[in-house]
């Protein structure tokens, strides 16, 4: 019987298809417009939805669950991260794809994105674990599952 994921086991799992979307973008950079295109509307899709979901709902479980100043810093640096990627990513769809100038955009972004994920699985996760119990990891997982459905359904109207 396959054990359900929690909180971090989902957000983990956003971050793996976040890094294949970017590596996939990386690849097509220099080659197929259309394509480019495509993937860089599902990234923003991802990243849009991921983001809303740790900021509405696991970053403010983490936050109220720590006390050292330390793991608060983290909060407020992954918060500012998403604002980074927010910049970065209209920027990119002003330019042409298949230019020098798209490849190294995306380049940017696919750096702030991998940063921001290893940060949040080799600090701000193995602290929540230590914070938070696995019954309140479930709980999130469940939380930030709804709101994911229903923040992509929203995306598709």
């Not at 086991?9 to 259309?34: F, I, P």
């Not at 914070?131 to 469940?142: C, I």
């Amino acid at each position: 019987m396959a054990t359900k994921k929690d909180a971090i086991g989902l957000l983990k799992q956003d971050h793996e298809t976040m890094r294949g979307l970017l590596k996939e973008l990386e690849r097509a950079a220099s080659k197929d417009g259309a394509k480019q295109e495509k993937l860089l509307r599902e990234i923003e899709s991802e990243l849009r939805v991921h983001t809303k979901i740790e900021e509405e709902i696991f970053y403010p479980a983490f936050k109220a669950s720590v006390s050292k100043k330390e793991d608060v810093k983290l909060y407020y640096e992954a918060v500012e991260e998403h604002h980074v990627v927010d910049l970065v990513l209209p920027e990119i769809r002003k330019i042409e794809p298949g230019s020098p100038e798209f490849a190294a955009k995306v380049k940017v972004l696919q750096d702030l994105v991998e940063h921001h994920a290893e940060e949040e699985e080799g600090e701000m996760f193995p602290r929540a674990r230590k914070a938070m119990d696995k019954g309140q990891l479930q709980s999130l997982a469940e939380e930030l599952g709804r709101r994911k459905s229903e923040l992509a359904e929203e995306m598709e109207e």
